[in-house]
Every structure is written in structure tokens, then in C-alpha cells.
């Protein structure tokens, strides 16, 4: 009935009376409508378009207290959908310590001691982003770096794709973490030679420390979700997808945002259209109440689920079918959600019949192959219906599971970026032939599968502009593929853009609403500095969101 609902509420045809509050003219208007392609101007009405057409048709719309927003020629688009953030960790991470940069042991160091001397004592250090594969030598840190320069305040930063820490001894003293801590299914405990722990913790390890975190205050909430909304804004970000977290807490957490977003909207504060996730396993939580996909409104909807198959491939706990060139002990691990498949799929079945979408994370062959299995079986049971099944990420796949997304009608809901980041070492660890069909969005695409393009922000940047250039072109950020790397997956500007609006809307059940410039749609859409379909693709990464019109409304001029 909600879906229904929606339909009616915004595909009903606008008046032809409706006030325009605002016109955007003298533009090259991208609409992603295919009866109309490409036009030059935009009238809008309240929060929708109106109408799309020439500078003159629109013009003679203008009334006397119609606002004008002159193009000046600029390329426009719809609004970037990004269908994979982590917001509040996005947010919160602006204002912590800045690892991502980090090459060297010694900075790591330094950075933390200069960020650690402006905090009390006490206070938690949490955040960081670093990424080993960018220091000389490549090694994994351990909590001796940074112990005598944090000896009052606990310190829980993260590598760059979230599914690594590294715990200080203060931290790993108040977890109660020691040599005789048992390892945990599904994650991994750091260790040296005579077994005591490292700091670094992966995956399900994670909760050992995380549950003693002290929850976020509601002001803590807000000030990260409002940074977070600020660097959407600034680059042409209208709608994101918020996956939430990972742990034991994860829907306690996601349930915290949920209410933040709900208050900030309540104040006026919030802009930004949030479709927000929730654990699988928690999927009762939605359910006992009947909430259904996309309960809600045009800013905040619930009732989608997210499951978890394995880990990362920069922290070898992606499951693959073999083991790790660079670690031939280990072919990664899957969850412990998935070590035990039967209760996972009674979950996503139960799921489903109660109408809530379904999204899994999954990075390795193996990992991306069981989750088809278990899709086709819940196909199979349940029979045909509009699920949108999503994995996410769909990152390192066998030529023969290709297919089967477009076959199963499974999203591939990917993040471009990472291509360009992990290019620079993905081979080191699993080879050149498993990587001729790593992040295949050109193999998916041809196979007829739907392509979601998101960042993974708070793991790479928010920002399209880097999400397009990397799709595109596939350039490594290390500088030595500037042809692209495994340049066969390259896809074309138009589709990049494509998966940015129009999958991404479509991989959130909301195509119908938003994804396109046209009458009936919200006024959601993002004026860019160059032309990104008449430029070298290799130019893209330095273009920028001039101004992002958001529900009618110019929220950065």
C-alpha cells in the first residue's frame, strides 16, 4: 500500500495553473529521461519539476515572483544519488584524527600525538582511515607505534575500508583484551609470535572493544550528521543510502542516526533524502510494527535490511574460492552470519515476506556466489516478485556468476573508487586472472545487470566527480596504469552518470520519484563547472558541483 501511495502522490500530473517558484535557464540539461534527453531549461513547482524544455518555452512560464536561476551554460544533471555511505561515521571522521594519508610509520605516529594532545584525557580516539598499502615498508601497525603518546585516551582507528582496527594498549586494558582472549568466529585477533595481541582486530573481533565505546551523545549524533549533509551538499550529493554499521551494535547505532535525522528534520536542519538500512538480523525491529521498503517520506525512509557475507580484501577476510597469492594459508573467511547459511536464509526469507528490501555485502568469488545461491533460492521458494536484491559492493566475481545478476534481476550496487584505490596492490594478493574480473562493472553491464554506483563514504570520498573519473578510466591513484587498470571494464561517462542517478533510484525503489529530470519528479539536480560528457574523462576528477538544487530549493550557491 506505501508503494501505491507514493505513486499516486507524486506521479499525479502537476496543475497546469501550479505556481513556478522557480526557473533554471540557458543550461545543457543531462534529464536521464530518454523521451527527452537533453534539454535547456527547468520550471518547478513546490518540490517538483513542472516542465523541461527550451529557455523560451520555460521563460514563458515565469510569473512575477519567480526566482531565476541563469545556467550560463553549465552542464546540469540530476541529483547524485549515492547508494552506499555510512553517514554518521562519514560525519564523525571530519572532525577526528587524519590518518588517510598517512606513508610512514613515523607520521602515523606523529599524527596521532598531535590529535591525542588536543583531547582530555579520557576521550576516545576513533576514526583514521589509514591504509598500509601506501606506507614504505607496507605493515600493519600495532598498538607499541602509538602507546607512549596516548597513555590517557584510548585509541580505536580504523584502516580505510572499516573492517580493520587498531587498538591501543589503554584500549585493549579497559576491553580486558590479553593474550588469553579466545579468537571469535567470523573475525580475526592480531598476535605476535608468542601470542599476544597486536591491537590490530578484524571483522567480528571488532566487538570485543567497540561494546565498551561509550554511545554517541544526541549532540554528538547531530553535529556529525550535519558535517556529513554539508559535504554531501557541496558535491551535488541530493540522496544518499545510509548502510549504517557493522557489530553486535549496529542496530542500536543505526536506530541512534535514525532519530537524529528525525530531529534535524523536525528543526529544519536537514536537507538530504536518506534511505536507511538495518541490520538483517535485527530485521524484527521493522517488521513487528509493518514497516515496509521505503516507509516514509521524500526525506527519510526505512524499511530495508543489510546482511553481511565477508570482510575486505585489504584485510584478507574476503572469502574466495582460493587462497590469497600473498597468503596461501588463507582464502579469507565469511561471516559468521554466514557460517551459519541456514539462519541466514530464514532471516532473509522472513524478510522478504514481510516486505522489507534485502541488500548483502559481499567481496570475494565465493562470497558474492553464495549470496546468488541464496537470492535464486529465495526466488525459488517465495516465487517472482519486485524484491530489488542488492549486493553490495559485487567485487570480485567469476566470469560465470556475471551473469546470474541480470538473470536473478540482483543489483550490483558498486563503488567505482575503490577500483582505483585497490588497484594499486590487488594483484599482489590475488593474482592477475581472478583480477580480469574485479569490480567488472563493463562485464556487468553487458550481461544486462542494473549498476548502482555509490562511494562507501566514509572508506573513499563522497564526492561523484572522483566516483565517474574512476569508472571511466580506471587509473590507479599510485599513477602507473594511465590507461586504466584491467582497462576492458571501463565504462562511458553516460553510463557512469546513469548509475549515479537512475540505478542508484532504481536500487532504492524510488525510480519512480527521483533519478531523472522530468515533470512529476522532485526538483533535485546538481549544476556542474565543465561539461563532463564533452571532456577527456582523465579531466573529470577536477570538475565540480557549482550549485546543488535540492526539492526546488538552491542549497549551495
Known amino acids: 500500500m506505501k508503494r501505491l501511495l507514493l505513486t499516486i502522490i507524486f506521479l499525479a500530473p502537476l496543475p497546469l495553473c501550479a505556481q513556478v517558484e522557480l526557473i533554471a535557464v540557458h543550461g545543457k540539461v543531462w534529464t536521464e529521461n530518454p523521451k527527452q534527453p537533453e534539454a535547456e531549461a527547468i520550471a518547478i513547482s513546490g518540490h517538483h519539476i513542472l516542465a523541461v524544455g527550451t529557455t523560451e518555452e520555460i521563460e514563458r512560464m515565469r510569473g512575477p515572483e519567480t526566482k531565476v536561476l541563469d545556467l550560463q551554460g553549465k552542464r546540469v544533471v540530476p541529483g547524485f544519488n549515492d547508494a552506499h555511505v555510512h553517514f554518521f561515521w562519514g560525519g564523525q571522521g571530519l572532525a577526528s584524527v587524519q590518518l588517510r594519508d598517512v606513508t610512514s610509520r613515523e607520521q602515523f605516529k606523529q599524527r596521532v600525538a598531535e590529535y591525542a594532545r588536543t583531547r582530555p584525557a579520557g576521550e576516545w580516539i576513533v576514526d583514521g582511515n589509514w591504509d598500509e598499502q601506501k606506507w614504505s615498508p607496507v605493515a600493519l601497525p600495532t598498538h607499541e607505534w602509538i602507546d607512549d603518546v596516548t597513555p590517557n585516551n584510548p585509541v580505536w582507528v580504523n584502516r580505510s575500508d572499516g573492517h580493520m582496527m587498531l587498538a591501543n594498549a589503554l584500549a585493549m586494558k579497559l576491553a580486558g583484551i590479553n593474550k588469553n582472549t579466545p579468537d571469535i568466529a567470523g573475525g580475526v585477533i592480531g598476535r605476535d609470535k608468542d601470542g599476544n595481541p597486536t591491537g590490530i582486530f578484524k571483522d567480528a573481533a571488532k566487538d570485543l572493544v567497540e561494546r565498551i565505546i561509550p554511545v554517541p551523545s544526541d549532540a554528538q549524533v547531530d553535529a556529525a550528521l550535519l558535517a556529513a549533509q554539508q559535504y554531501a551538499l557541496e558535491n551535488g550529493v541530493t540522496s544518499v543510502q545510509d548502510m549504517g554499521f557493522t557489530g553486535s551494535h549496529a542496530a542500536d547505532m543505526q536506530a541512534l542516526v535514525v532519530r537524529g535525522y528525525q530531529r534535524l528534520i523536525a528543526q529544519g536542519k536537514w536537507k538530504v533524502r536518506v534511505s536507511a538500512r538495518f541490520p538483517l538480523d535485527h530485521y524484527r525491529r521493522l517488521a513487528d510494527v509493518g514497516v515496509m521498503t521505503n516507509f516514509g517520506n521524500d526525506t527519510l525512509v526505512l524499511g530495508s535490511v543489510k546482511a553481511f557475507a565477508d570482510g575486505s580484501l585489504g584485510s584478507a577476510t574476503a572469502w574466495f574460492f582460493e587462497p590469497f597469492d600473498d597468503l596461501p594459508t588463507s582464502s579469507g573467511l565469511p561471516t559468521d552470519q554466514l557460517a551459519h547459511r541456514e539462519q541466514m536464509f530464514a532471516d532473509m526469507k522472513a524478510a522478504d515476506s514481510a516486505g522489507l528490501h534485502i541488500a548483502t555485502h559481499a567481496i570475494g568469488d565465493r562470497a558474492n556466489k553464495t549470496i546468488l545461491d541464496l537470492y535464486e533460492r529465495l526466488e525459488q521458494e517465495d516465487g517472482p516478485s519486485d524484491r530489488r536484491l542488492r549486493i553490495e559492493h559485487a567485487q570480485h566475481l567469476r566470469p560465470e556468476d556475471i551473469p546470474r545478476f541480470a538473470q536473478l534481476h540482483v543489483i550490483a550496487s558498486v563503488q567505482p573508487y575503490h577500483c582505483i584505490d585497490d588497484g594499486r596492490w590487488a594483484e599482489t594478493r590475488i593474482g592477475h586472472k581472478r583480477a580480469m574480473t574485479t569490480y567488472a562493472f563493463r562485464s556487468l553491464l553487458d550481461a544486462g545487470a542494473v549498476l548502482a554506483f555509490g562511494s ?88 565540480k558541483a557549482a550549485v546543488t538544487v535540492l526539492g526546488g530549493e538552491i542549497v549551495r550557491p
Open 456 to 543: 562507501d563514504w566514509f572508506v573513499a570520498p563522497i564526492n561523484p566527480m572522483a566516483g565517474i573519473y574512476a569508472a571511466t578510466t580506471r587509473r590507479t591513484l599510485d599513477g602507473k596504469n594511465p590507461n586504466g587498470w584491467i582497462p576492458e571494464q571501463k565504462v562511458t561517462v553516460q553510463q557512469a552518470v546513469h548509475a549515479y542517478t537512475v540505478g542508484s533510484a532504481y536500487a532504492e525503489s524510488q525510480d519512480d520519484i527521483k533519478g531523472s529530470i522530468a515533470r512529476g519528479k522532485l526538483a533535485d539536480f546538481t549544476v556542474l563547472t565543465r561539461d563532463i560528457f564533452n571532456i577527456d574523462p582523465v579531466q573529470i576528477e577536477d570538475v
